[in-house]
């Protein structure tokens, strides 16, 4: 038996401060430098007489900045700490195909997370800004253990379970788990190998999310889909007057209440290798999930707020319940121009009642030796998404993620390939990665996703759900010993420059999914990897 026991510390500790204007100084500038000496009101508005324009375009002088600017300073700390024991033995007792193998983990330790808020922050003394207070610990211990064995000489068998505790996670007490994962692999020849696992899963929420107070924020480019729909149902919404791309005021808090998040999977494959140059393989999954934790989705809850509220949706289920608790509105008004306006959004982390996921994941590889001018590597990767399905209350219906772009617009098939030359100090490496067809954004905007009916506007505008074309991006790394203890790589990302695949059905500028996209252009780097005191023995 060896044996392993030690501690384990890991801390960070921030120290942010963070210049910004003070409501009063900044109100009393403006109004002094701009806008000069009240005359008196208008149906509740301050009326000036002739504010002096020409000071709001001229520069401000160092000391006048500093004459409406503060300090919004906090000092955050996290850590986790646990006392380790782990224990193994590779030959605890012997079959006719082998020795079994063991090994054991014991765990004890406990988590904090502590995040203050600024004083002058929590009593609104700095202009539109808010902030997150949240602070609590939770203690832990856990017992793993896992054996492998040799069942036939073809045949291994590897098994392993353990068991998870957390004290004052939640309101009301702890969480505790037990987990396990069975495991075969079958190697008929020597070149095949086949394979196949079930296994559970236990993962406690993290600590911001469960501990986390109350906060708020701006986000702009923010769409009104209902007042849109209602109000002007002949315009198009990037026409929609007022509610499309507003600034809607959200309030954001903790949940200590959410649940840990409990998975159950198998799985199934084959890996080819007849020689040291290939390598072929394919893996199917299937993986279920309850209790995911999951921070709401401000799009989505203003989505599907809309269709609850349209009759597309029955209000009566869980999921429009909470939509409607959280898009705070205004009161119906003659006025389409502020009538049921919205007044402010909230959002939670929220634990989903459950998600099924399944795919196959595959992959292959060659490489040519090619004499004096070294050695050529192919290799290609590809993930298909089968099936996703997320119900998010338990008496909601299922959703269809992969299929239905009113629940999700992600990718169903993501692959790459690379070349990679080496010869002798100098390795290049050339990748490309396809992310597949996702959904326009008109085709997100109706339950019905791509059976949804076109919409012509007054102006002759049409759109029609349907999706954006897919997006290949191209990488390059090249790399170069200069000894064996110094490595110069060179790095090129998106070498064509190449921008989101364009969507002619969204409102908001840049006319892309910022959730599956990013608009990286072309990017370089340098980096020197050197290594001290390695030993030359």
Same mark, same amino acid.
């Given at each position: 038996w060896e044996y392993d026991l030690y501690y384990s510390r890991s801390q960070t500790n921030l120290d942010d401060k963070l210049h910004w204007p003070i409501n009063s =100084?900044?109100?009393?500038?403006?109004?002094?430098?701009?806008?000069?000496?009240?005359l008196g009101t208008t149906v509740g508005f301050p009326v000036y007489?002739?504010?002096?324009?020409?000071?709001?375009?001229?520069?401000?002088?160092?000391?006048?900045?500093?004459?409406?600017? @503060?300090?919004?300073?906090?000092?955050?700390?996290?850590w986790t700490q646990n006392i380790n024991l782990q224990f193994n033995n590779t030959e605890v007792f012997s079959l006719p195909a082998g020795a079994v193998g063991m090994a054991g983990l014991i765990q004890v330790g406990n988590q904090a997370? &502590? $995040?203050?808020?600024?004083? &002058?922050?929590?009593?609104?003394?700095?202009?539109?800004?808010?902030?997150? !207070?949240?602070?609590?610990?939770r203690n832990n211990y856990a017992a793993a253990t896992e054996i492998r064995a040799p069942i036939l000489s073809t045949l291994t068998a590897d098994a392993s379970v353990r068991y998870d505790h957390y004290g004052n996670q939640n309101v009301g007490g702890g969480d505790s788990k037990a987990t396990y994962k069975l495991g075969l692999e079958y190697r008929p020849v020597e070149s095949l190998l086949m394979r196949g696992n079930y296994a559970t899963a236990f993962r406690a929420p993290d600590m911001a999310y469960t501990f986390g107070g109350q906060s708020g924020f701006y986000d702009p480019q923010q769409t009104d889909y209902y007042v849109c729909a209602k109000y002007y149902p002949n315009l198009?919404?990037?026409?929609?007057?007022?509610?499309?791309?507003? %600034?809607?005021?959200?309030?954001?808090?903790?949940?200590?209440?959410?649940?840990?998040?409990? !998975?159950?999977?198998?799985?199934?494959? %084959?890996?080819?290798?007849?020689?040291?140059?290939? $390598?072929?393989?394919?893996?199917?999954? $299937?993986?279920?999930?309850?209790?995911?934790?999951?921070?709401?989705?401000?799009?989505?809850?203003?989505?599907?707020?809309?269709?609850?509220?349209?009759?597309? +949706?029955?209000?009566?289920?869980?999921?429009?319940? =909470?939509?409607? !608790?959280?898009?705070?509105? @205004?009161?119906?008004? *003659?006025n389409a121009a502020n009538s049921e306006a919205i007044q402010n959004l909230n959002v939670l982390p929220i634990n989903i009642a459950n998600e099924h996921v399944s795919g196959?994941?595959?992959?292959?590889?060659?490489?040519?030796?090619?004499?004096?001018?070294? &050695?050529?590597?192919?290799?290609?990767?590809?993930?298909?998404?089968?099936?996703?399905?997320?119900?998010?209350?338990?008496?909601?219906?299922?959703n269809d993620l992969l299929h239905n772009p009113f629940y999700s617009s992600e990718f169903k098939t993501i692959a790459n390939a690379s070349a990679t030359w080496t010869i002798d100090k100098f390795s290049g490496t050339l990748i490309a990665t396809?992310? *597949?067809?996702?959904?326009?954004?008109? !085709?997100?905007?109706?339950?019905?996703?791509?059976?949804?009916?076109?919409?012509?506007?007054?102006?002759?505008? %049409?759109?029609?759900?349907? %999706?954006? =074309?897919?997006?290949? +991006?191209?990488?390059?790394?090249?790399?170069?010993?200069?000894?064996?203890?110094?490595?110069?790589?060179?790095?090129?990302?998106?070498?064509?420059?190449?921008?989101?695949?364009?969507?002619?059905?969204?409102v908001n500028y840049a006319y892309y999914n910022l959730v599956n996209y990013n608009p990286y252009g072309r990017s370089y780097w340098l980096e020197v990897d050197w290594r001290f005191g390695r030993s030359k023995g």
């Open positions: =100084a900044i109100e009393n500038f403006f109004t002094s430098r701009i806008l000069g000496p009240q007489h002739e504010p002096n324009l020409a000071n709001l375009y001229k520069a401000l002088t160092p000391q006048e900045y500093a004459s409406f600017i @503060g300090i919004d300073q906090t000092q955050s700390n996290a997370w &502590n $995040n203050p808020v600024d004083p &002058n922050v929590a009593a609104g003394n700095f202009y539109g800004l808010t902030a997150t !207070a949240g602070s609590g610990t198009a919404l990037s026409n929609c007057p007022d509610f499309q791309s507003q %600034t809607v005021f959200t309030i954001h808090r903790g949940n200590s209440a959410l649940k840990s998040v409990t !998975a159950k999977s198998y799985g199934f494959g %084959t890996v080819w290798s007849p020689n040291s140059n290939f $390598n072929a393989s394919a893996d199917y999954y $299937n993986i279920r999930i309850a209790n995911e934790v999951e921070l709401q989705n401000l799009d989505q809850i203003l989505r599907t707020d809309s269709q609850c509220l349209l009759g597309n +949706l029955d209000p009566t289920t869980p999921t429009c319940q =909470a939509a409607l !608790a959280e898009v705070v509105r @205004g009161p119906v008004s *003659g196959i994941v595959s992959s292959l590889k060659y490489s040519f030796d090619l004499g004096r001018w070294g &050695n050529l590597g192919l290799q290609s990767q590809y993930n298909v998404t089968l099936t996703h399905r997320a119900q998010q209350y338990p008496d909601d219906p299922t396809r992310f *597949g067809r996702t959904p326009n954004y008109y !085709a997100g905007l109706d339950p019905a996703g791509y059976a949804a009916p076109c919409s012509t506007t007054a102006q002759g505008y %049409t759109s029609c759900p349907g %999706t954006v =074309a897919p997006w290949i +991006l191209y990488n390059a790394t090249l790399t170069y010993g200069v000894t064996d203890d110094i490595t110069l790589t060179g790095a090129v990302n998106n070498i064509r420059n190449k921008m989101p695949p364009y969507d002619s059905t969204a």
